[in-house]
């Protein structure tokens, strides 16, 4: 897997070209001597997503064009694989979705690496610019910056436990997530977006100041996200770095929501 992670990071660099690294991750899926040979669909988007933690969230249009292209090309699904995701032809054929797995392989990774690396941020940009692609529905991954945001600015009961707890890391995750999407997520917030159960309730520290039944994002979180950022901005003993991320948060958010 190591070398078609790096046939990936070749493409976004230049050396090849979009069809050559296709043409191989694909010959696998398509052409083996042996099961122990054969690649699946699954397998295939894993090296994309594992590409992309190691590319820098600045440089990751080309993986983004990758996977648009991958998607056009409608690459048969085992039927092991559709079996064990629960997948029907239908829902395979439609244009419409996303790519099968992607989603849950992106959780999985965010989960495998450390929340303190560059690959976190990485993974996180990657979901916000697949958020974000308007030639191809390649996923709405804006449950996931909710975790982040909900993460960096509300599970913690003030802003001196911010600073005095929080990781410089999670308040970049949420930076990046609001200056690559924060027109989406700013829109999922003026049409009051709501997830499933319990995965899109609000932090401790939100508890006192938004309703505990939210769901999902609304204009009071966004209004609360930007206060709490503000705050911790404004407060004397933040280090210069983690200024800087809320500054560019905060601009991130007064632009989206014009």
Not at 19 to 41: F, I, Q
Not at 44 to 64: H, M, S, Y
Not at 73 to 80: A, F, N, Q, S, T
């Amino acid at each position: 897997m190591r070398t078609d992670v790096e046939d990936v990071m070749a493409y976004c660099q230049g050396v090849k070209s979009i069809d050559e690294v296709l043409d191989t991750l694909l010959e696998p899926v398509h052409h083996y001597k042996s099961e122990s040979e054969r690649r699946t669909v699954y397998e295939v988007w894993l090296i994309i997503v594992k590409a992309a933690e190691e590319t820098p969230f600045q440089e990751q249009e080309p993986i983004v064009c990758l996977c648009e292209t991958l998607k056009q090309r409608k690459v048969p699904i085992d039927e092991e694989s559709k079996r064990d995701w629960r997948l029907n032809d239908d829902e395979l054929d439609d244009d419409s979705q996303p790519p099968p797995f992607l989603g849950a392989i992106i959780r999985e990774e965010l989960d495998i690496v450390s929340d303190h690396s560059d690959a976190y941020i990485n993974l996180c940009a990657f979901s916000a610019y697949l958020t974000i692609c308007s030639t191809a529905n390649l996923g709405d991954y804006c449950l996931h910056a909710l975790w982040m945001i909900r993460e960096a600015f509300e599970d913690h009961e003030s802003i001196a436990d911010l600073v005095l707890h929080q990781s410089i890391t999670k308040i970049r995750a949420a930076r990046v997530w609001l200056q690559i999407a924060g027109s989406r997520l700013n829109k999922a917030c003026l049409e009051n977006e709501e997830f499933f159960g319990k995965m899109g309730t609000i932090g401790k520290g939100a508890q006192s100041e938004l309703d505990e039944s939210i769901k999902g994002f609304t204009i009071g979180r966004w209004q609360f996200w930007h206060s709490r950022i503000e705050g911790l901005y404004q407060t004397s003993r933040l280090d210069d770095e983690m200024r800087q991320e809320c500054k560019l948060a905060l601009q991130a958010m007064n632009e989206s929501g014009r």
